[in-house]
Protein backbone atom coordinates (compact mmCIF):
# COMPACT_ATOMS: atom_id res chain seq x y z
CA UNK A 1 0.00 0.00 0.00
CA UNK A 2 2.78 2.57 1.16
CA UNK A 3 5.31 1.93 -2.06
CA UNK A 4 8.30 2.76 0.12
CA UNK A 5 7.42 0.49 3.10
CA UNK A 6 6.65 -1.87 0.67
CA UNK A 7 10.50 -2.16 -1.09
CA UNK A 8 11.32 -2.35 2.74
CA UNK A 9 9.64 -5.29 3.21
CA UNK A 10 9.36 -6.99 -0.11
CA UNK A 11 12.09 -9.29 0.91
CA UNK A 12 10.33 -10.56 4.21
CA UNK A 13 9.36 -13.88 3.23
CA UNK A 14 11.25 -17.29 3.23
CA UNK A 15 11.56 -19.86 1.09
CA UNK A 16 9.31 -22.03 3.77
CA UNK A 17 6.19 -19.63 3.81
CA UNK A 18 6.25 -20.75 7.58
CA UNK A 19 3.90 -17.87 8.28
CA UNK A 20 5.75 -14.79 8.96
CA UNK A 21 4.93 -13.02 12.68
CA UNK A 22 5.26 -8.96 12.92
CA UNK A 23 5.96 -7.14 15.46
CA UNK A 24 5.12 -3.23 15.30
CA UNK A 25 6.21 -1.78 18.08
CA UNK A 26 5.73 2.23 19.38
CA UNK A 27 6.22 5.03 21.17
CA UNK A 28 4.16 7.97 22.80
CA UNK A 29 5.98 10.28 20.29
CA UNK A 30 6.12 7.81 17.43
CA UNK A 31 2.86 6.03 16.33
CA UNK A 32 3.52 3.32 14.58
CA UNK A 33 0.24 2.32 13.35
CA UNK A 34 0.87 3.52 9.71
CA UNK A 35 2.16 -0.29 9.24
CA UNK A 36 -0.71 -2.02 10.81
CA UNK A 37 -3.10 0.00 8.38
CA UNK A 38 0.18 -0.75 5.17
CA UNK A 39 -0.59 -4.58 5.98
CA UNK A 40 -4.07 -4.72 5.99
CA UNK A 41 -4.85 -2.70 2.90
CA UNK A 42 -1.77 -3.95 1.48
CA UNK A 43 -3.41 -7.79 1.91
CA UNK A 44 -7.07 -6.75 1.14
CA UNK A 45 -5.38 -5.49 -2.65
CA UNK A 46 -3.66 -8.84 -3.15
CA UNK A 47 -6.93 -10.37 -2.13
CA UNK A 48 -6.01 -12.10 1.33
CA UNK A 49 -8.47 -12.66 4.02
CA UNK A 50 -7.78 -10.55 6.71
CA UNK A 51 -8.90 -10.91 10.33
CA UNK A 52 -8.64 -6.95 12.40
CA UNK A 53 -9.03 -7.89 16.13
CA UNK A 54 -9.42 -4.17 17.15
CA UNK A 55 -8.64 -3.64 21.04
CA UNK A 56 -8.23 -0.09 20.38
CA UNK A 57 -9.26 1.76 18.34
CA UNK A 58 -13.40 1.60 16.64
CA UNK A 59 -14.33 0.46 13.66
CA UNK A 60 -15.34 3.72 12.53
CA UNK A 61 -11.42 4.60 12.96
CA UNK A 62 -9.89 1.77 10.45
CA UNK A 63 -12.88 2.37 7.83
CA UNK A 64 -11.74 6.29 7.54
CA UNK A 65 -8.23 5.46 7.30
CA UNK A 66 -9.17 2.95 4.67
CA UNK A 67 -11.52 5.69 2.98
CA UNK A 68 -8.62 7.92 2.45
CA UNK A 69 -6.63 5.31 1.48
CA UNK A 70 -8.75 4.06 -1.18
CA UNK A 71 -10.58 1.11 0.51
CA UNK A 72 -14.46 0.65 1.88
CA UNK A 73 -13.79 -2.23 4.36
CA UNK A 74 -17.43 -2.27 5.15
CA UNK A 75 -17.92 -3.80 1.39
CA UNK A 76 -14.90 -5.80 1.32
CA UNK A 77 -15.57 -9.76 1.24
CA UNK A 78 -12.15 -10.00 2.68
CA UNK A 79 -12.19 -8.01 5.93
CA UNK A 80 -13.52 -8.71 9.01
CA UNK A 81 -13.01 -7.27 12.58
CA UNK A 82 -13.33 -8.49 15.97
CA UNK A 83 -14.15 -5.49 18.17
CA UNK A 84 -13.68 -5.70 21.67
CA UNK A 85 -14.62 -2.20 22.23
CA UNK A 86 -18.11 -2.39 22.10
CA UNK A 87 -21.15 -4.39 23.57
CA UNK A 88 -23.44 -3.80 20.47
CA UNK A 89 -21.99 -6.85 18.63
CA UNK A 90 -22.77 -10.09 19.97
CA UNK A 91 -19.61 -11.75 18.30
CA UNK A 92 -17.40 -8.66 19.22
CA UNK A 93 -18.55 -8.64 23.34
CA UNK A 94 -16.93 -11.85 24.40
CA UNK A 95 -13.47 -10.49 25.23
CA UNK A 96 -15.25 -8.42 28.15
CA UNK A 97 -16.56 -12.08 29.32
CA UNK A 98 -13.97 -14.05 28.13
CA UNK A 99 -12.62 -16.44 31.10
CA UNK A 100 -9.43 -17.34 29.21
CA UNK A 101 -7.71 -15.98 26.03
CA UNK A 102 -8.37 -19.90 24.43
CA UNK A 103 -11.66 -18.78 23.72
CA UNK A 104 -10.46 -16.02 21.91
CA UNK A 105 -8.40 -18.11 20.06
CA UNK A 106 -10.75 -21.02 19.33
CA UNK A 107 -13.17 -18.14 17.39
CA UNK A 108 -9.64 -16.92 15.42
CA UNK A 109 -9.09 -20.61 14.58
CA UNK A 110 -12.53 -21.34 13.15
CA UNK A 111 -12.98 -18.47 10.97
CA UNK A 112 -9.60 -19.14 9.40
CA UNK A 113 -9.29 -22.66 9.34
CA UNK A 114 -8.11 -23.81 5.97
CA UNK A 115 -8.14 -20.68 4.41
CA UNK A 116 -5.20 -19.82 2.14
CA UNK A 117 -2.57 -16.70 2.73
CA UNK A 118 -4.71 -15.13 5.63
CA UNK A 119 -3.86 -12.28 7.77
CA UNK A 120 -3.98 -11.55 11.51
CA UNK A 121 -3.72 -8.04 12.80
CA UNK A 122 -4.03 -7.16 16.53
CA UNK A 123 -4.39 -3.86 17.56
CA UNK A 124 -2.85 -3.65 20.39
CA UNK A 125 -1.33 -5.76 22.46
CA UNK A 126 -1.08 -4.10 25.50
CA UNK A 127 -4.68 -4.33 26.13
CA UNK A 128 -4.03 -7.88 26.49
CA UNK A 129 -1.52 -7.54 28.91
CA UNK A 130 -3.53 -5.50 31.05
CA UNK A 131 -6.73 -7.80 31.17
CA UNK A 132 -4.92 -10.69 31.91
CA UNK A 133 -1.83 -12.27 33.42
CA UNK A 134 1.66 -12.46 31.19
CA UNK A 135 1.63 -15.90 30.90
CA UNK A 136 -1.74 -16.26 29.61
CA UNK A 137 -1.01 -13.29 27.25
CA UNK A 138 2.53 -15.00 25.97
CA UNK A 139 -0.03 -18.14 25.56
CA UNK A 140 -2.34 -16.34 23.24
CA UNK A 141 0.38 -15.32 21.18
CA UNK A 142 2.23 -18.31 20.83
CA UNK A 143 -0.57 -20.12 19.38
CA UNK A 144 -1.47 -17.06 17.55
CA UNK A 145 1.82 -17.74 15.74
CA UNK A 146 1.14 -21.56 15.64
CA UNK A 147 -2.10 -20.57 13.57
CA UNK A 148 -0.53 -18.69 11.27
CA UNK A 149 2.63 -20.77 10.55
CA UNK A 150 0.11 -23.79 9.98
CA UNK A 151 -2.05 -22.35 6.95
CA UNK A 152 -0.60 -23.04 3.85
CA UNK A 153 0.53 -20.23 1.64
CA UNK A 154 -1.51 -18.58 -1.19
CA UNK A 155 -0.07 -17.83 -4.85
CA UNK A 156 -1.35 -14.16 -4.93
CA UNK A 157 -0.38 -10.53 -6.56
CA UNK A 158 1.85 -8.72 -4.74
CA UNK A 159 2.40 -5.03 -4.37
CA UNK A 160 2.02 -2.62 -7.43
CA UNK A 161 3.47 -5.33 -9.65
CA UNK A 162 1.46 -7.63 -11.52
CA UNK A 163 3.82 -10.46 -10.37
CA UNK A 164 2.42 -13.37 -9.20
CA UNK A 165 4.35 -14.87 -6.25
CA UNK A 166 3.83 -17.28 -3.08
CA UNK A 167 2.38 -15.47 -0.14
CA UNK A 168 2.61 -16.72 3.40
CA UNK A 169 0.07 -16.18 6.19
CA UNK A 170 1.02 -13.39 8.49
CA UNK A 171 0.34 -12.38 11.95
CA UNK A 172 0.90 -8.15 12.11
CA UNK A 173 0.91 -7.37 15.83
CA UNK A 174 1.50 -3.35 17.81
CA UNK A 175 2.29 -3.11 20.68
CA UNK A 176 3.31 -0.19 22.56
CA UNK A 177 6.51 0.48 24.27
CA UNK A 178 4.85 0.67 27.83
CA UNK A 179 5.37 -2.62 28.77
CA UNK A 180 8.29 -4.11 31.03
CA UNK A 181 11.38 -4.46 28.89
CA UNK A 182 11.23 -8.58 29.99
CA UNK A 183 8.10 -8.95 28.36
CA UNK A 184 9.12 -6.64 24.94
CA UNK A 185 12.28 -8.87 24.68
CA UNK A 186 10.38 -11.87 25.13
CA UNK A 187 8.27 -11.10 22.73
CA UNK A 188 10.52 -9.61 20.22
CA UNK A 189 12.56 -12.97 19.74
CA UNK A 190 9.30 -14.89 19.35
CA UNK A 191 8.92 -12.33 16.05
CA UNK A 192 10.28 -12.67 12.63
CA UNK A 193 10.24 -9.33 11.95
CA UNK A 194 10.50 -6.55 14.28
CA UNK A 195 9.42 -3.07 13.47
CA UNK A 196 10.15 -0.31 15.87
CA UNK A 197 9.10 3.20 15.07
CA UNK A 198 10.66 5.99 17.29
CA UNK A 199 10.20 9.45 18.26
CA UNK A 200 13.76 11.56 16.59
CA UNK A 201 16.69 10.87 18.44
CA UNK A 202 17.85 14.58 17.89
CA UNK A 203 14.35 16.34 18.66
CA UNK A 204 11.55 17.33 16.96
CA UNK A 205 11.64 18.03 13.40
CA UNK A 206 8.80 19.19 10.84
CA UNK A 207 10.36 17.12 7.87
CA UNK A 208 10.54 13.56 9.38
CA UNK A 209 8.23 12.36 11.73
CA UNK A 210 9.98 9.35 12.74
CA UNK A 211 12.62 6.68 12.39
CA UNK A 212 11.48 3.40 11.79
CA UNK A 213 14.44 0.58 12.62
CA UNK A 214 13.93 -2.88 11.14
CA UNK A 215 15.47 -6.02 12.15
CA UNK A 216 14.96 -9.31 10.46
CA UNK A 217 15.05 -12.71 12.64
CA UNK A 218 14.70 -14.78 10.09
CA UNK A 219 17.15 -15.68 6.99
CA UNK A 220 16.15 -13.65 3.98
CA UNK A 221 14.97 -16.19 1.03
CA UNK A 222 15.19 -13.87 -2.09
CA UNK A 223 17.15 -14.56 -4.74
CA UNK A 224 19.64 -11.39 -4.30
CA UNK A 225 20.41 -12.91 -0.70
CA UNK A 226 19.73 -9.25 0.96
CA UNK A 227 19.01 -9.11 4.48
CA UNK A 228 16.13 -7.24 5.40
CA UNK A 229 16.68 -4.54 8.03
CA UNK A 230 18.02 -1.11 8.79
CA UNK A 231 16.82 1.99 9.94
CA UNK A 232 14.68 4.77 7.87
CA UNK A 233 13.69 8.36 8.72
CA UNK A 234 9.56 8.13 7.92
CA UNK A 235 7.31 11.11 6.87
CA UNK A 236 3.60 10.80 7.20
CA UNK A 237 1.10 12.37 4.36
CA UNK A 238 -2.37 12.68 3.68
CA UNK A 239 -2.65 8.96 2.69
CA UNK A 240 1.16 8.06 2.32
CA UNK A 241 4.23 7.44 4.11
CA UNK A 242 7.26 8.16 3.03
CA UNK A 243 10.66 6.75 3.73
CA UNK A 244 14.32 7.32 3.47
CA UNK A 245 17.01 5.31 4.63
CA UNK A 246 19.86 6.81 6.84
CA UNK A 247 21.73 4.42 8.47
CA UNK A 248 21.92 0.77 7.13
CA UNK A 249 23.08 -0.73 11.04
CA UNK B 1 36.50 -31.23 10.67
CA UNK B 2 35.37 -30.95 7.52
CA UNK B 3 31.26 -31.15 7.37
CA UNK B 4 29.68 -31.64 3.87
CA UNK B 5 26.21 -31.08 2.56
CA UNK B 6 24.31 -31.04 -0.62
CA UNK B 7 23.16 -27.82 -2.34
CA UNK B 8 20.14 -28.14 -4.51
CA UNK B 9 20.54 -28.42 -7.68
CA UNK B 10 24.48 -28.03 -7.32
CA UNK B 11 27.42 -30.55 -6.58
CA UNK B 12 28.51 -31.18 -3.10
CA UNK B 13 30.53 -28.66 -1.66
CA UNK B 14 32.80 -29.04 0.94
CA UNK B 15 32.86 -26.07 3.93
CA UNK B 16 35.02 -26.61 6.36
CA UNK B 17 34.11 -25.67 9.39
CA UNK B 18 35.89 -26.54 13.20
CA UNK B 19 35.58 -25.36 16.67
CA UNK B 20 36.96 -26.53 19.80
CA UNK B 21 33.95 -28.45 20.99
CA UNK B 22 34.12 -30.44 18.11
CA UNK B 23 37.77 -31.61 19.11
CA UNK B 24 37.18 -31.75 23.43
CA UNK B 25 34.18 -33.92 22.23
CA UNK B 26 36.31 -36.34 20.74
CA UNK B 27 38.81 -36.51 22.98
CA UNK B 28 36.79 -36.85 26.22
CA UNK B 29 36.70 -40.72 26.68
CA UNK B 30 34.81 -40.14 29.89
CA UNK B 31 31.48 -41.11 28.62
CA UNK B 32 30.05 -38.78 30.50
CA UNK B 33 27.00 -36.44 29.53
CA UNK B 34 28.43 -33.08 28.72
CA UNK B 35 26.34 -30.05 28.98
CA UNK B 36 26.95 -27.60 25.97
CA UNK B 37 25.21 -24.19 26.03
CA UNK B 38 25.58 -22.21 23.19
CA UNK B 39 24.20 -18.44 24.10
CA UNK B 40 22.88 -15.94 21.67
CA UNK B 41 23.99 -12.64 23.10
CA UNK B 42 21.32 -9.91 20.88
CA UNK B 43 18.60 -10.04 18.37
CA UNK B 44 20.69 -8.96 15.46
CA UNK B 45 22.45 -12.40 16.03
CA UNK B 46 19.67 -15.18 16.02
CA UNK B 47 19.89 -15.76 12.58
CA UNK B 48 23.93 -16.19 12.97
CA UNK B 49 23.66 -18.32 16.24
CA UNK B 50 21.11 -20.51 14.88
CA UNK B 51 23.49 -21.11 11.43
CA UNK B 52 26.17 -21.82 14.37
CA UNK B 53 24.18 -25.01 15.90
CA UNK B 54 23.64 -26.29 12.45
CA UNK B 55 26.86 -26.48 11.69
CA UNK B 56 27.65 -27.75 15.10
CA UNK B 57 24.92 -30.57 14.19
CA UNK B 58 25.86 -31.02 10.53
CA UNK B 59 29.29 -31.86 11.92
CA UNK B 60 28.37 -34.94 14.06
CA UNK B 61 29.10 -38.14 12.53
CA UNK B 62 26.25 -40.37 10.65
CA UNK B 63 26.07 -42.75 13.25
CA UNK B 64 25.19 -40.44 16.18
CA UNK B 65 21.50 -40.09 17.34
CA UNK B 66 19.94 -36.58 18.01
CA UNK B 67 16.82 -35.63 19.49
CA UNK B 68 15.57 -31.85 18.58
CA UNK B 69 13.12 -30.59 21.22
CA UNK B 70 11.52 -27.63 19.16
CA UNK B 71 10.55 -24.99 21.93
CA UNK B 72 9.97 -21.82 19.68
CA UNK B 73 8.72 -22.99 16.21
CA UNK B 74 6.87 -26.17 14.80
CA UNK B 75 8.68 -29.04 14.17
CA UNK B 76 7.51 -29.51 10.22
CA UNK B 77 8.78 -25.96 10.07
CA UNK B 78 11.88 -26.40 11.81
CA UNK B 79 12.77 -29.79 9.57
CA UNK B 80 11.97 -27.35 6.57
CA UNK B 81 13.89 -24.65 7.43
CA UNK B 82 17.32 -26.80 8.33
CA UNK B 83 16.74 -29.50 5.33
CA UNK B 84 18.41 -26.64 3.49
CA UNK B 85 22.21 -26.45 5.22
CA UNK B 86 21.88 -30.18 6.52
CA UNK B 87 20.49 -32.06 3.24
CA UNK B 88 19.74 -35.68 4.18
CA UNK B 89 21.19 -35.43 7.78
CA UNK B 90 18.11 -33.79 8.69
CA UNK B 91 16.54 -37.26 8.45
CA UNK B 92 18.89 -38.33 11.00
CA UNK B 93 17.06 -36.07 13.43
CA UNK B 94 14.01 -37.11 15.63
CA UNK B 95 12.17 -33.06 16.45
CA UNK B 96 9.93 -33.21 18.96
CA UNK B 97 7.48 -30.46 18.94
CA UNK B 98 7.83 -28.89 22.08
CA UNK B 99 5.98 -25.91 21.04
CA UNK B 100 2.96 -25.91 18.85
CA UNK B 101 0.49 -27.27 21.12
CA UNK B 102 2.74 -26.34 24.37
CA UNK B 103 -0.80 -26.43 26.73
CA UNK B 104 -2.91 -28.37 25.28
CA UNK B 105 -5.18 -25.63 23.43
CA UNK B 106 -5.34 -28.38 20.53
CA UNK B 107 -5.80 -31.80 22.43
CA UNK B 108 -8.92 -32.53 20.71
CA UNK B 109 -7.56 -32.29 17.28
CA UNK B 110 -8.37 -35.42 14.92
CA UNK B 111 -5.01 -36.04 14.25
CA UNK B 112 -3.06 -35.78 16.88
CA UNK B 113 0.74 -36.68 16.04
CA UNK B 114 3.23 -38.65 18.55
CA UNK B 115 5.62 -35.65 17.64
CA UNK B 116 3.85 -32.83 19.56
CA UNK B 117 4.71 -32.64 23.22
CA UNK B 118 1.38 -31.01 24.67
CA UNK B 119 2.07 -30.10 28.58
CA UNK B 120 5.22 -27.73 28.39
CA UNK B 121 4.76 -27.70 32.66
CA UNK B 122 5.36 -31.55 32.83
CA UNK B 123 9.04 -31.45 33.50
CA UNK B 124 8.89 -34.85 34.73
CA UNK B 125 7.30 -35.90 31.74
CA UNK B 126 9.42 -34.67 29.49
CA UNK B 127 12.64 -36.07 31.32
CA UNK B 128 10.96 -39.73 31.17
CA UNK B 129 10.50 -39.26 27.21
CA UNK B 130 14.29 -38.33 26.89
CA UNK B 131 15.62 -41.01 28.96
CA UNK B 132 13.20 -43.69 27.21
CA UNK B 133 14.47 -41.96 23.81
CA UNK B 134 18.13 -42.53 25.57
CA UNK B 135 17.56 -46.32 26.21
CA UNK B 136 16.51 -46.83 22.84
CA UNK B 137 19.07 -44.87 21.09
CA UNK B 138 22.16 -46.43 23.19
CA UNK B 139 24.92 -45.47 20.72
CA UNK B 140 26.77 -41.75 20.63
CA UNK B 141 23.70 -39.25 20.64
CA UNK B 142 23.00 -35.34 21.38
CA UNK B 143 19.81 -33.57 22.77
CA UNK B 144 19.04 -30.14 21.44
CA UNK B 145 16.94 -28.05 23.37
CA UNK B 146 16.48 -25.16 20.90
CA UNK B 147 16.01 -22.60 23.20
CA UNK B 148 15.98 -23.39 26.86
CA UNK B 149 15.24 -19.34 27.49
CA UNK B 150 11.54 -20.19 26.62
CA UNK B 151 11.71 -23.51 29.12
CA UNK B 152 13.55 -21.30 31.87
CA UNK B 153 10.25 -18.54 31.40
CA UNK B 154 7.71 -21.22 32.09
CA UNK B 155 9.82 -22.91 34.83
CA UNK B 156 9.63 -20.81 38.06
CA UNK B 157 12.80 -22.67 38.82
CA UNK B 158 16.18 -21.19 37.52
CA UNK B 159 17.13 -23.98 34.83
CA UNK B 160 15.14 -26.42 36.78
CA UNK B 161 14.54 -28.87 33.33
CA UNK B 162 18.15 -28.97 32.33
CA UNK B 163 20.06 -30.33 35.74
CA UNK B 164 17.35 -33.34 36.03
CA UNK B 165 18.01 -34.33 32.01
CA UNK B 166 21.76 -34.10 32.57
CA UNK B 167 21.03 -36.15 36.10
CA UNK B 168 18.95 -38.65 34.29
CA UNK B 169 21.23 -39.31 31.62
CA UNK B 170 24.17 -39.76 33.75
CA UNK B 171 22.29 -42.69 35.87
CA UNK B 172 21.96 -44.24 32.32
CA UNK B 173 24.55 -47.16 32.08
CA UNK B 174 26.80 -46.34 29.75
CA UNK B 175 30.57 -47.65 29.11
CA UNK B 176 31.13 -47.37 25.81
CA UNK B 177 28.87 -44.09 24.62
CA UNK B 178 27.69 -40.89 26.06
CA UNK B 179 25.07 -38.79 25.35
CA UNK B 180 25.42 -34.78 25.33
CA UNK B 181 23.11 -32.08 25.99
CA UNK B 182 23.16 -28.76 23.87
CA UNK B 183 21.21 -26.35 25.61
CA UNK B 184 20.54 -23.45 22.87
CA UNK B 185 20.03 -19.82 24.62
CA UNK B 186 19.63 -16.11 24.13
CA UNK B 187 20.97 -14.40 27.27
CA UNK B 188 18.44 -11.80 27.18
CA UNK B 189 15.61 -13.60 27.73
CA UNK B 190 17.35 -14.97 30.78
CA UNK B 191 17.68 -12.99 34.37
CA UNK B 192 20.82 -12.94 35.82
CA UNK B 193 20.92 -15.71 37.99
CA UNK B 194 19.11 -17.62 35.61
CA UNK B 195 21.90 -17.14 32.97
CA UNK B 196 24.99 -17.55 35.60
CA UNK B 197 23.05 -20.74 37.01
CA UNK B 198 23.37 -22.09 33.30
CA UNK B 199 26.77 -21.29 32.68
CA UNK B 200 27.85 -22.95 36.41
CA UNK B 201 25.96 -26.19 34.90
CA UNK B 202 27.70 -26.11 31.94
CA UNK B 203 30.78 -28.12 30.42
CA UNK B 204 31.39 -25.90 27.49
CA UNK B 205 29.78 -22.49 27.08
CA UNK B 206 29.91 -21.00 23.32
CA UNK B 207 28.95 -17.18 23.36
CA UNK B 208 28.00 -15.83 19.70
CA UNK B 209 28.17 -12.35 18.52
CA UNK B 210 29.43 -10.48 16.27
CA UNK B 211 32.94 -9.02 15.11
CA UNK B 212 33.02 -5.66 13.74
CA UNK B 213 36.02 -4.79 13.75
CA UNK B 214 38.24 -6.92 11.91
CA UNK B 215 36.73 -6.41 8.24
CA UNK B 216 33.90 -4.32 7.01
CA UNK B 217 31.74 -7.16 6.81
CA UNK B 218 30.71 -8.23 10.26
CA UNK B 219 32.20 -11.83 11.32
CA UNK B 220 30.57 -14.22 13.65
CA UNK B 221 32.74 -14.57 16.76
CA UNK B 222 32.47 -17.16 19.58
CA UNK B 223 33.86 -17.14 22.75
CA UNK B 224 34.49 -20.18 24.03
CA UNK B 225 35.15 -21.95 27.47
CA UNK B 226 35.96 -24.88 28.48
CA UNK B 227 35.20 -26.25 31.73
CA UNK B 228 37.49 -29.32 32.72
CA UNK B 229 36.80 -31.12 35.57
CA UNK B 230 40.24 -30.77 36.96
CA UNK B 231 38.91 -27.21 37.51
CA UNK B 232 40.81 -25.43 34.83
CA UNK B 233 39.06 -23.08 32.12
CA UNK B 234 40.35 -23.20 28.20
CA UNK B 235 39.19 -20.09 26.85
CA UNK B 236 39.29 -19.19 22.94
CA UNK B 237 37.98 -17.02 20.44
CA UNK B 238 36.95 -17.68 16.92
CA UNK B 239 35.56 -16.17 13.95
CA UNK B 240 33.84 -17.07 11.50
CA UNK B 241 32.53 -15.57 7.98
CA UNK B 242 29.48 -16.43 5.94
CA UNK B 243 30.05 -17.38 2.06
CA UNK B 244 28.62 -14.81 -0.30
CA UNK B 245 26.57 -17.62 -2.46
CA UNK B 246 23.55 -15.61 -3.99
CA UNK B 247 21.37 -18.17 -2.45
CA UNK B 248 22.17 -16.92 1.73
CA UNK B 249 19.64 -19.99 2.95
CA UNK B 250 22.35 -22.55 2.03
CA UNK B 251 25.47 -20.30 2.74
CA UNK B 252 27.63 -21.65 5.42
CA UNK B 253 30.08 -20.06 7.90
CA UNK B 254 33.63 -20.49 6.75
CA UNK B 255 36.38 -20.35 9.44
CA UNK B 256 38.79 -17.88 8.54
CA UNK B 257 41.54 -18.77 11.13
CA UNK B 258 40.94 -19.83 14.76
CA UNK B 259 43.57 -19.48 17.57
CA UNK B 260 44.08 -20.34 21.34
CA UNK B 261 43.70 -17.19 23.23
CA UNK B 262 43.86 -14.57 21.07
CA UNK B 263 41.46 -13.35 18.14
CA UNK B 264 42.11 -14.63 14.62
CA UNK B 265 42.61 -11.78 11.72
CA UNK B 266 40.47 -13.03 8.67
CA UNK B 267 42.19 -13.02 5.40
CA UNK B 268 45.30 -11.05 3.99
CA UNK B 269 46.94 -8.17 6.24
CA UNK B 270 45.91 -5.17 4.07
CA UNK B 271 48.54 -2.67 3.41
CA UNK B 272 47.47 0.73 4.99
CA UNK B 273 50.04 2.67 2.61
CA UNK B 274 48.86 1.13 -0.39
CA UNK B 275 46.79 4.20 -1.73
CA UNK B 276 48.56 7.47 -0.69
CA UNK B 277 49.75 10.12 -2.49
CA UNK B 278 53.37 10.63 -1.36
CA UNK B 279 55.76 7.70 -0.94
CA UNK B 280 56.59 6.08 2.64
CA UNK B 281 58.48 3.06 1.02
CA UNK B 282 62.17 3.62 1.73
CA UNK B 283 64.05 1.79 -1.29
CA UNK B 284 67.02 -1.21 -0.25
CA UNK B 285 69.75 1.41 0.02
CA UNK B 286 67.56 4.35 1.64
CA UNK B 287 66.99 1.21 4.78
CA UNK B 288 70.62 0.54 4.83
CA UNK B 289 71.62 4.13 5.37
CA UNK B 290 68.84 4.22 8.06
CA UNK B 291 70.16 1.48 9.95
CA UNK B 292 73.62 2.52 10.06
CA UNK B 293 72.30 6.25 11.67
CA UNK B 294 73.77 6.05 15.29
CA UNK B 295 71.02 7.87 17.27
CA UNK B 296 71.88 10.37 19.95
CA UNK B 297 70.46 8.19 23.10
CA UNK B 298 72.82 5.18 21.64
CA UNK B 299 76.03 6.96 21.58
CA UNK B 300 76.71 5.66 25.20
CA UNK B 301 76.93 2.41 24.49
CA UNK B 302 80.01 3.20 22.25
CA UNK B 303 81.60 5.15 24.99
CA UNK B 304 84.67 3.20 26.71
CA UNK B 305 83.83 2.44 30.38
CA UNK B 306 85.73 4.76 33.21
CA UNK B 307 85.91 4.59 36.59
CA UNK B 308 83.13 6.98 37.67
CA UNK B 309 83.44 8.98 41.08
CA UNK B 310 81.02 12.17 43.20
CA UNK B 311 83.85 14.99 43.93
CA UNK B 312 82.60 16.84 46.59
CA UNK B 313 84.23 20.28 47.19
CA UNK B 314 83.48 21.67 50.85
CA UNK B 315 82.18 25.40 51.00
CA UNK B 316 82.66 27.48 53.27
CA UNK B 317 79.83 28.37 53.37
CA UNK B 318 78.12 25.23 54.14
CA UNK B 319 76.23 25.63 57.31
CA UNK B 320 76.18 22.01 58.67
CA UNK B 321 77.41 22.36 62.21
CA UNK B 322 75.71 25.60 62.74
CA UNK B 323 74.00 25.48 66.01
CA UNK B 324 70.38 27.01 65.18
CA UNK B 325 69.75 30.65 66.99
CA UNK B 326 66.08 30.27 67.48
CA UNK B 327 66.50 27.34 70.36
CA UNK B 328 67.26 29.88 72.92
CA UNK B 329 63.57 31.61 72.23
Known amino acids: ?249 | MTSSFVRRGQATKNVKFSHPVFDWCKKDKSNESRLISIQNGHLRTVVEAKILLEEFLNGLSNSTSILYLSLEDSAAAKKAAMSARLGQKTNQIIFLDCWSDAYGWNAEDQNPSEEIWRDINDTAGLVSYITEWRKKHPQDAFIVLDHISRLHHHSPADGGLLPLILQSLRQEVSSTHACHVIAFSHTELLSASAASALEYISDAIVRVSLDTTTTSQPLVKTETVLRRRSGKSQVSQELYKRTTDNVRRLVDFELTKASSGEPAKAGKQSDPTANLTFNLKLTDEENKARESVVLPYRHHLNAKEEKKSVIYLDDDDDAFNDEDDDLDI
Not at chain 1, 37 to 60: V, W
Not at chain 1, 173 to 198: F, G, K, P, Q, V
Open chain 1, 1 to 249: MFADLHKILVDSTDKNLRGLFVLVTDTILADGSFVLHHYIHSNLRAEKKTILISLDQTPFHYNSVGKKLGFNLADSNYFSIINGLTNNDPVCTYIRILIHLRSLYVQLKEKIDQEKGVNIVLDNVNILYHMYTREETDMFIQYCTSLIRSQPSVRMTIGESNEMKESESTLVMLMHEEEEEETMRSIAYSADLILSAEQLETGYSKEVDGQLTVISTREPGSQRGKSVGGRYHYKMNENNVQLSSYNSG
